[in-house]
């Protein structure tokens, strides 16, 4: 492990999320315990109430709650610059745009450096105070080129898993199996929040076809397995009644800790018809050795190499993700095969080597205002 002090003197971290509550808040925590095992001394801000200071407290981590006056006003954030002041850090480092908007602004009047990392596709105006750039995908750094900056200004640090948490437990499954019905069955799943942009329409669509191709007598062989809440929930119930599936779709809500569902799964499916940023969904799903499918847009074309750790298809292709998907039910050695590659890939995007990367970045910030 590399020593990070620079000048003799351990780095100083602040970091900012304007948020009570993350779906990655997890994969983050451990991202920061990580950097302290590096050599960085930690402080957290984030939003009064919500989960995440609850869970910052549990792992005793140093942070304060911060809500800012006037969302997206950076300059009535003074609390913002008590915080800077009290702490002293040597770099500012943010999630989410209103949060690179405020820390971005306040490290310029305090002379202290910002990164920001960017999770999604952003409009450019809430990053233009930043030192570095750290786009989570090659698609969302190429999304900030478009908008005006330019690659000097970015570094690309793809986002962690703690590979450790999904590694399949033969027990849970065996029971979850059996507790849903799942025995004997070759279980489609796919997860997340039912939005039209979250494309399970398509994948209600593509099962729909299988079994359309399938025997009678072969049909309950199969299950589609969907996870999740959101506003298009009754629709896509609606979709599986409307194509008389109702009996081989089981509908399930979102849950805190989905690895059980995973464990309990044969193949997922992410069918997102707009880009991801980089999906943590998807490693997770590979980390727990399944074999993955998912559209070929995004941060995703960051992790898969089609037909080797996972399948892509296009977006709005409801027949080829069938096409694939009768392959992988079909064909088990295959699907073994690339389980195993997948698990590797997962491990390949592990908390230790995503902290040293970062590490690496406020070593080089700090050394470009030297």
């Known amino acids: 492990m590399r020593n990070y002090q620079i000048r003799g ?9 304007d948020e009570n509550r993350l779906a990655w808040g997890e994969t983050w925590i451990q991202l920061i315990k990580e950097l302290g095992v590096k050599g960085a001394q930690n402080h957290v801000i984030c939003k009064s109430g919500g989960t995440l200071s609850g869970r910052l407290r549990e792992d005793e981590l140093s942070f304060d709650t911060y809500d800012i006056p006037i969302q997206c006003i950076p300059f009535t954030a003074f609390g913002f610059r008590k915080i800077i002041k009290s702490f002293e850090p040597d770099i500012i480092h943010t999630r989410l745009s209103s949060a690179a908007m405020t820390g971005g602004y306040w490290g310029k009047k305090c ?3 910002a990164v920001h990392t960017i999770d999604k596709y952003p409009k450019p105006y809430y990053y233009k105070n930043g030192a570095l750039l750290i786009p989570c995908s090659n698609a969302v750094k190429n999304h900030m080129i478009s908008v005006g900056f330019t690659e000097d200004k970015m570094k690309v640090v793809h986002n962690p898993i703690d590979v450790t948490r ?6 849970t499954r065996i029971e979850m199996r059996k507790k849903l019905n799942f025995e004997d069955k070759t279980v489609i799943m796919s997860a997340g929040r039912f939005v039209d942009w979250k494309g399970f329409e398509y994948v209600i669509k593509a099962y729909s076809e299988i079994l359309r191709c399938t025997e009678d007598g072969s ?8 996870v999740g809440s959101g506003p298009e929930k009754k629709k896509y119930m609606e979709l599986v009644k409307d194509l008389k599936i109702g009996e081989y779709v089981i509908f399930n809500d979102f849950v805190q800790d989905i690895r059980p569902f995973l464990w309990a799964s044969d193949v997922f499916v992410q069918p997102s018809q707009l880009p991801e940023g980089f999906s943590l969904m998807l490693l997770e799903a590979m980390a727990s050795s399944l074999p993955v499918i998912t559209t070929d847009i995004g941060g995703s074309l960051d992790i898969i190499n ?3 750790n996972g399948w892509l298809t296009g977006t709005n292709d409801f027949d080829k993700m069938a096409q694939i998907l009768k392959q992988v039910i079909s064909d088990t050695e295959n699907r073994k095969r690339v ?4 698990v590797k890939t997962a491990s390949y995007f592990n908390v230790s ?13 700090l050394d470009s205002k030297s």
């Open 166 to 171: 999904y590694i399949r437990d033969e027990k």
């Open 9 to 17: 003197i351990t780095l100083k971290i602040l970091h900012y999320v």
């Open 111 to 113: 002379s202290v450096p």
């Open 353 to 365: 080597r995503i902290a040293e990367e970062t590490m690496g970045i406020y070593e080089m910030v």
């Open 219 to 226: 049909r309950g062989k199969t299950s589609l397995f969907l």
């Open 306 to 308: 089609d037909g080797e």
């Open 339 to 342: 389980s195993l590659n997948a």
